[in-house]
């Protein structure tokens, strides 16, 4: 069996560098390894709708932001199926038998589900849609039967729920569906990047971000503004670089190169870190550098970025071409499902052999 890959955004905004570091990064790299059979990007915008059911326009307008953003990142139409969620049908078919599979308190319990219900203001109502998004996610993981989904930190619930449905499914139906792993980023600073104000996670929702897409003097005063150690008030203040953003996002990006080209006052970021522990170094020095250090990465996406903005209707394609392959897939898995759950009457001429000699004709 090949290996495949699937993974996928909520297009409820453009990319950030918090996506970057967490999966998107991780994505075209391994596109680009060539050991990989297969690999499904997904914009979930049927998810999306889950808690955003009020706002579709947000949804709709943010499908080609998220697919401009998935291919000035580099992700390659030719190398990996681009395709949005909703227009596949099979989906919600195999979620709705997954859903015999998961309790509503198991549900409940999961830590990301928790979190999300408290931000979004859920707690007295949840919609079912939206407590039930992580069965749906189970599908789109198993539909395309991927091996390996590289995500963030936030996404762990979510594939230890697809692994416990998986499971059941196989031991009661017999083996149909293939045990997914989940990759994450192998940095302690990319699991989940902080937003520019300290909170514990850039999120679009939380209005905390550095977009890909931002220009070079968005992503200047966005740094400029940044948080950085609250009590780090005079340069010769020793400073803490735990839980300073600042410094996470150099431990995202940052390489010993960078330092070498931009910085080489300082041999890496150990160095530069202990330097500003000590006292004797200011924060704005150290955001020029975060401000060089991002640029490097960024800079690359924004000019392919406005080389795809210039052809709309042929990004477009590539979403309406990567859906129609996936779908191809999807239906696949669907059969395989009804196969194993018995519910294939009518490709099943034993089933009418059987039942015609049960009655005598
Ligand atoms: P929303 O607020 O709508 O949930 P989001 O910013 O959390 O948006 P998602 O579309 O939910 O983004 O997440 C897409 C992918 O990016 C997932 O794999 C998730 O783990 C990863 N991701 C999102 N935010 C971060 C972050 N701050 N750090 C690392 N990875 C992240
Ligand atoms: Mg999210």
């Known amino acids: 069996m090949g290996k495949i890959i699937l993974t996928g955004d909520r297009p409820t905004g453009r990319l950030h560098i918090g996506h970057y570091v967490g999966s998107l990064r991780r994505r075209v790299e391994l596109q680009n390894s060539g ?24 949804v709709r307008e943010n499908i080609i932001e998220v697919a401009l953003d998935y291919l000035s990142a580099g992700l390659d139409p030719e190398k ?12 919600f078919e195999i979620t709705s038998y997954y859903m015999n599979f998961v309790t509503v308190s198991r549900l409940q319990r999961n830590p990301t589900i928790k979190s999300e219900i408290q931000m979004r203001g859920f707690e007295t109502s949840i919609p079912v849609g939206f407590l039930s998004y992580p069965v749906s996610q189970a ?24 692994r416990e449905i998986v499971h059941k499914f196989n031991s009661v139906y017999g083996e149909t569906l293939v045990m997914p792993e989940i990759m994450l ?7 989940r990047l902080p937003g520019i104000d300290g909170g514990a996670k850039m999120s679009k929702s939380l209005n905390n971000c550095i977009y890909l897409a931002d220009t070079k003097e968005e992503v200047q005063k966005k740094i400029r503004s940044m948080f950085t150690d609250p009590n780090h008030l005079r340069v010769e203040d020793p400073g803490r670089t735990e839980g300073n953003p600042v410094f996470i996002y150099l431990e995202a990006f940052a390489t010993d190169e960078h330092f070498a080209k931009y910085w080489p006052d300082y041999a890496n970021l150990d160095e530069l870190k202990a330097h500003y522990e000590r006292g004797g170094l200011g924060d704005v020095k150290v955001k020029k550098f975060l401000n060089r250090v991002l640029e490097d990465t960024l800079e690359p996406i924004r000019a392919r970025r406005a080389e795809y903005e210039k052809d709309i209707a042929g990004v477009y394609d590539i979403l309406k071409e990567g859906t129609r ?13 009804k196969g194993a759950m018995k519910i ?18």
């Open 185 to 191: 980023p192998d940095n302690q600073a990319c699991m």
């Open 139 to 162: 599908t789109d993981i198993t539909a395309f039967r991927a091996n390996l989904v590289p995500v963030g930190e936030d996404q762990e619930p979510m594939l230890e729920q697809t």
């Open 35 to 58: 050991e990989f059979e297969k690999i499904f990007i997904m914009i979930a915008d049927a998810q999306a709708l889950t808690d955003n059911f009020d706002n579709p326009e947000k």
């Open 80 to 91: 990996s199926t681009i395709f949005i969620q909703s227009q596949i049908p099979e989906l």
């Open 325 to 337: 392959k996936a779908r191809e897939m999807a239906a696949e898995t669907l059969a395989m499902v």
């Open 344 to 361: 294939d009457y009518f490709n099943d001429p034993e089933l009418v052999a059987r039942h015609q000699e049960k009655y005598g004709n």
